[in-house]
């Protein structure tokens, strides 16, 4: 197996002036073909701004959930600071202009400019109906749409 593996960016993530948007790329534009009707989409982005030896390398780190864990590994966490910084969110579609390649949506948690690695489908039958979490998260929203009313800066310690 090779150590080395090329990613392309298909496009780029955009948050301007309050508007959250997902540009293609003109050669990728036709990727949406059919895409209409899902109201939800898995956005992959790569996070570039934490793309050095120091972040994917920290594996380890001190209780950023205030009632996690003292310490918590890196693959216990959706921490941007990652061994590879592929990051993943499900977004709301609010609307898709095909001709431009644009898919909007009220909310992303990526950067300006954050480079787009792919997008899929969010289907029912993803949905867990019976997942286990650990005691320090058990609390949180249990539904996409009732996160978004949740109190999480109450949740971390930064």
Same mark, same amino acid.
């Given at each position: 197996?090779?150590?080395?593996?090329?990613?392309?960016?298909?496009?780029?993530?955009?948050?301007?002036?309050?508007?959250?948007?997902?540009?293609?790329?003109?050669?990728?534009?036709?990727?949406?073909?059919?895409?209409?009707?899902?109201?939800?989409?898995?956005?992959?982005?790569?996070?570039?701004?934490?793309?050095?030896?120091?972040?994917?390398?920290?594996?380890?780190?001190?209780?950023?959930?205030?009632?996690?864990?003292?310490?918590?590994?890196?693959? +216990?966490?959706?921490?941007?600071?990652?061994?590879?910084?592929?990051?993943?969110?499900?977004?709301?579609?609010?609307?898709?202009?095909?001709?431009?390649?644009?898919?909007?949506?009220?909310?992303?948690? +990526?950067?300006?400019?954050?480079?787009?690695?792919?997008?899929?489908?969010?289907?029912?039958?993803?949905?867990?109906?019976?997942?286990?979490?650990?005691?320090?998260?058990?609390?949180?929203? +249990?539904?996409?749409?009732?996160? +978004?009313?949740?109190?999480?800066?109450?949740?971390?310690?930064?």
């Amino acid at each position: 197996m090779e150590d080395m593996i090329q990613v392309n960016s298909i496009g780029s993530i955009h948050v301007e002036k309050g508007r959250f948007y997902i540009k293609l790329k003109e050669e990728y534009k036709k990727g949406l073909t059919s895409i209409d009707g899902f109201s939800h989409l898995q956005i992959v982005w790569w996070g570039h701004l934490f793309d050095n030896p120091k972040y994917r390398n920290l594996l380890v780190t001190k209780q950023p959930y205030k009632k996690g864990p003292s310490e918590i590994g890196v693959f +216990a966490t959706r921490s941007q600071f990652r061994p590879n910084p592929i990051l993943i969110t499900t977004i709301f579609v609010e609307e898709i202009d095909f001709d431009k390649g644009i898919i909007y949506t009220p909310y992303i948690d +990526a950067e300006n400019e954050t480079p787009l690695l792919d997008i899929k489908p969010y289907h029912l039958y993803e949905r867990v109906e019976n997942c286990e979490v650990p005691h320090w998260c058990n609390h949180w929203p +249990a539904s996409y749409e009732q996160s +978004a009313s949740f109190d999480w800066e109450n949740e971390f310690n930064f």
